[in-house]
T-cell receptor, first 110, second 116 residues
Framework: QQQVKQSPQSLIVQKGGIPIINCAYE??????FPWYQQFPGKGPALLIA?????SEKKEGRFTISFNKSAKQFSLHIMDSQPGDSATYFC?????????FGTGTSLTVIP | GAVVSQHPSRVICKSGTSVKIECRSL??????MFWYRQFPKQSLMLMAT?????????EQGVEKDKFLINHASLTLSTLTVTSAHPEDSSFYIC????????????FGPGTRLLVL
């Protein structure tokens, strides 16, 4: 059973656009929701994370929106740049049990 | 942020040989380390979770005798792929979790294994 569902699988936007990647989870016990960015041939890097006591978190151009009642959270990238082209993974965790989404391949066209 | 290193970054070996991959947390102590396998354009597949000083917990379908994991200290875990075969060729990534419960995972840069 997929604990975390991520969509879309791939996304293409123009430079300056605002790509949005969505994730949904099943287990209400999850208490930590990170997003990771992965470039080809590299390991994932923590981008931004949120806990369920807040509905939004911003760090630079990256924003997480969190909807606890709907069990959904999303990543928004403001003023996207070609350098943001990468694969993005969401995750949900409780303790050291992490569950990852299937990833979204983002391409930002110059 | 916390730094996790992996060595080697890529390795090519002959079928039947064993390969050891090291994962180190450089600036923090990791009570728990994770090993993942990733196929091209796919998500991370958790292979096993290792806690310092105890046996690793393997995910269903992962052969513990083939993928030997040792977590000898709070900063080092090793994955040994024994008697490697071409189908073991993949991208192996480790991650480490800090000492506080629920602390995030920090990933290593990955090791590309090619078995000829």
């Amino acid at each position: 059973q997929q604990q975390v569902k991520q969509s879309p699988q791939s996304l293409i936007v123009q430079k300056g656009g605002i790509p949005i990647i969505n994730c949904a989870y099943e287990n209400t016990a999850f208490d930590y929701f990170p997003w990771y960015q992965q470039f080809p041939g590299k390991g994932p890097a923590l981008l931004i994370a949120i806990r369920p006591d807040v509905s939004e978190k911003k760090e630079g151009r990256f924003t997480i929106s969190f909807n606890k009642s709907a069990k959904q959270f999303s990543l928004h990238i403001m003023d996207s740049q070609p350098g943001d082209s990468a694969t993005y993974f969401c995750a949900a965790s409780k303790g050291n049990q992490f569950y990852f989404g299937t990833g979204t391949s983002l391409t930002v066209i110059p | 942020g916390a730094v996790v290193s992996q060595h080697p970054s890529r390795v090519i070996c002959k079928s039947g040989t064993s390969v050891k991959i090291e994962c180190r947390s450089l600036d923090f102590q990791a009570t728990t380390m994770f090993w993942y396998r990733q196929f091209p354009k796919q998500s991370l597949m958790l292979m096993a979770t290792s806690n310092e000083g105890s046996k690793a917990t393997y995910e269903q379908g992962v052969e513990k005798d083939k993928f030997l994991i040792n977590h000898a200290s709070l900063t080092l875990s090793t994955l040994t792929v024994t008697s490697a075969h071409p189908e073991d060729s993949s991208f192996y990534i480790c991650s480490a979790e800090g000492r506080r419960a629920g602390e995030t995972q920090y990933f290593g840069p990955g090791t590309r294994l090619l078995v000829l």
